[in-house]
Each structure stands twice: as C-alpha cells, then as structure tokens.
T-cell receptor
Framework: EDQVTQSPEALRLQEGESSSLNCSYTVSGLRGLFWYRQDPGKGPEFLFT???AGEEKEKERLKATLTKKESFLHITAPKPEDSATYLC???????????FGTGTRLQVFP | SAVISQKPSRDICQRGTSLTIQCQVD?????MFWYRQQPGQSLTLIATANQGSEATYESGFVIDKFPISRPNLTFSTLTVSNMSPEDSSIYLC????????FGPGTRLTVL
C-alpha cells in the first residue's frame, strides 16, 4: 500500500535557526512528490513538485530535495512568518490523485 | 496556476440535513478533486470528478453519501448528505493545471 510519513510532527525553531523536515514514502511508480504549506483555516498552498531523485528546487528560504526513498524540505534562517503546517504528498501509478502525509507543524519564534 | 473559490466558507448544520458545497475554478480543467480534512489531521481524497463522467470514489466514500456534480470544466459541487457530527470537517476542492491547486476549504460543523 502506498504510504507517506512525515517527521517530525511538530518543530519549534528560533528565528534564524535552520532545520529540515522529512517526508519518506513507499509507493509503486512515483510520478511526483509535492510540498504544500497550510496556514490555519486555509487551503494548502502549492510550494514545489519534484519528479526524480537528485532533483532540487528552491523558493526564498525553502529548498526541497528528493531521493529514491524520501524528500527533505530545508528551511534556511526561518522567520516567524514561515510558521505553518508543511504537507508532503505523492502522486503514483496511473492516477493523478495525491496521497498526503500527516504534516509537520512548524513554529518559528522571534 | 489556478485560482479556486469555494462556497460556503463555513456552515453549521443540523444532523440529518444535507449541504452542497460549490467549487469554482478560474480556468478550464479536466480533473477536479474533493478532499476531507478532519480536525488536526491531513487530507483524505473523497473522489475524483471528471467533466462528462461519473465521479470516482475512494475506498470508504460512497455516492449516496457524497454525490458530486461536474456540469462543466470550471465548476463542481459536493453534497454531504444526511449529515452526522462525524461529518464535521473541512472539505477542500482542488484542480489539476499542471500542478494541483486547492481552494480555501469549507468548514462544516454538524450539531
């Protein structure tokens, strides 16, 4: 069965303290791995799609990387406005549906 | 990208009643999806809605409980039927335009 696991469940950082979020997956025929940011009371906001091992993408303080078993979302020098839940999802096989992990709740303190 | 709107943004309903949620996309899309996000949890796919065909439901979700319409390439509705408190959740629609984008969600509380 396709599965996506995110860790840690929650992460508290001081402003400027860099860290990484992990997304490990077990799927048959990965087509894409997606990262989203979700603020309380809002829908997920698209961040990145990664398609193959070794691929990296960056956006401001965020960088996403992909291996054959997991993805990392690196946050460099985070700011309080980076506080949110970060969701990882995979698309696999011959379907366009996304399978989501349970998310990492990030809090960045000034 | 796609801009997706949903109506209503939130509602409080009595058990046994039904609620229809509307989803509007600002561009034509082939595939739309309906997800449920229960309190403190991640997203679970309810069904995939393609224009001109019956929706495809995931395991644990049935058409009688969650009927879906997809009358054109920019619009879809999800009905939550015969509601119970266990249906209290956030319902999200999404659309594929290259990537998969999400609407703001509908927060449903069933008393």
């Amino acid at each position: 069965e396709d599965q996506v696991t995110q860790s840690p469940e929650a992460l508290r950082l001081q402003e400027g303290e860099s860290s990484s979020l992990n997304c490990s997956y077990t799927v048959s025929g990965l087509r894409g791995l997606f990262w989203y940011r979700q603020d309380p009371g809002k829908g997920p906001e698209f961040l990145f799609t990664l398609y193959s091992a070794g691929e990296e993408k960056e956006k401001e303080r965020l960088k996403a990387t992909l291996t054959k078993k997991e993805s990392f979302l690196h946050i460099t020098a985070p700011k309080p406005e980076d506080s949110a839940t970060y969701l990882c999802a995979v698309q696999a096989g011959n379907t366009d549906k996304l399978i989501f992990g349970t998310g990492t709740r990030l809090q960045v303190f000034p | 990208s796609a801009v997706i709107s949903q109506k209503p943004s939130r509602d409080i309903c009595q058990r046994g009643t039904s609620l229809t949620i509307q989803c509007q996309v600002d561009s034509q899309v082939t595939m739309m999806f309906w997800y449920r996000q229960q309190p403190g949890q991640s997203l679970t796919l309810i069904a995939t809605a393609n224009q001109g065909s019956e929706a495809t439901y995931e395991s644990g979700f049935v058409i009688d409980k969650f009927p879906i319409s997809r009358p054109n390439l920019t619009f879809s509705t999800l009905t939550v039927s015969n509601m119970s408190p266990e249906d209290s959740s956030i319902y999200l629609c999404s659309a594929m335009t290259g990537e998969q984008f999400f609407g703001p969600g509908t927060r449903l509380t069933v008393l």
